[in-house]
T-cell receptor, first 109, second 115 residues
Framework: RKEVEQDPGPFNVPEGATVAFNCTYSNSASQSFFWYRQDCRKEPKLLMS???SGNEDGRFTAQLNRASQYISLLIRDSKLSDSATYLC??????????FGSGTRLQVQP | SAVISQKPSRDICQRGTSLTIQCQVDSQVTMMFWYRQQPGQSLTLIAT?????????ESGFVIDKFPISRPNLTFSTLTVSNMSPEDSSIYLC????????????FGPGTRLLVL
């Protein structure tokens, strides 16, 4: 079983749509959680950290359910520029990151 | 934020040779890491580069194949030794931000093709 599992997609959505990505992690000792974004042929960049209380940054909302070991990302009012691969990322406490395989999003005009 | 640069940005190498990749951070950082991203896949941690001591390798990665140096708090190198086509990948270094400890920044990556 992979340590971090994501639906690889692709998710093809029209502009303005709301899309949700889910992720599960296997190590219950995991301490920190993140969503990174990776554009084609670029390095990953932090989109947002994920907290148990949930957090929102503009059109993006992240949720963490520690009991279910489940992380989600919601994107509202999708833009063409949101097209990318979204990586669910976990830090088990060693300060090194474990990456999910990524979910590809394609927003279409 | 931490700015991370890598050299070379890309290379094409012959099997059996070795390539050393350099990673430079614009500020002193405690921890640096090396990741590999194989074609069509996500990132896999190779090792944690420790300043002043031997790197800590993840399962499946060994020092003889991927020797790492970390001579100071801003610089590290990764060598891919005795390369085979299976080593064709993107190699990325990373570090946690000095002021923003919640963000791990990545270098632009080194694209390696082994023929």
């Amino acid at each position: 079983r992979k340590e971090v599992e994501q639906d690889p997609g692709p998710f093809n959505v029209p502009e303005g749509a709301t899309v949700a990505f889910n992720c599960t992690y296997s190590n219950s000792a995991s301490q920190s959680f993140f969503w990174y974004r990776q554009d084609c042929r670029k390095e990953p960049k932090l989109l947002m950290s994920v907290y148990s209380s949930g957090n929102e940054d503009g059109r993006f909302t992240a949720q963490l359910n520690r009991a279910s070991q489940y992380i989600s990302l919601l994107i509202r009012d999708s833009k063409l520029s949101d097209s990318a691969t979204y990586l669910c990322v976990v830090d088990t406490g060693r300060r090194a990151l474990t990456f999910g395989s990524g979910t590809r999003l394609q927003v279409q005009p | 934020s931490a700015v991370i640069s890598q050299k070379p940005s890309r290379d094409i190498c012959q099997r059996g040779t070795s390539l050393t990749i350099q990673c430079q951070v614009d500020s002193q950082v405690t921890m640096m890491f090396w990741y590999r991203q194989q074609p069509g896949q996500s990132l896999t941690l190779i090792a944690t580069a420790n300043q002043g001591s031997e790197a800590t390798y993840e399962s499946g990665f060994v020092i003889d194949k991927f020797p790492i140096s970390r001579p100071n708090l801003t610089f590290s190198t990764l060598t891919v030794s005795n390369m085979s086509p299976e080593d064709s990948s993107i190699y990325l270094c990373s570090a946690w931000g000095q002021t923003n400890q919640e963000t791990q920044y990545f270098g632009p990556g080194t694209r390696l093709l082994v023929l």
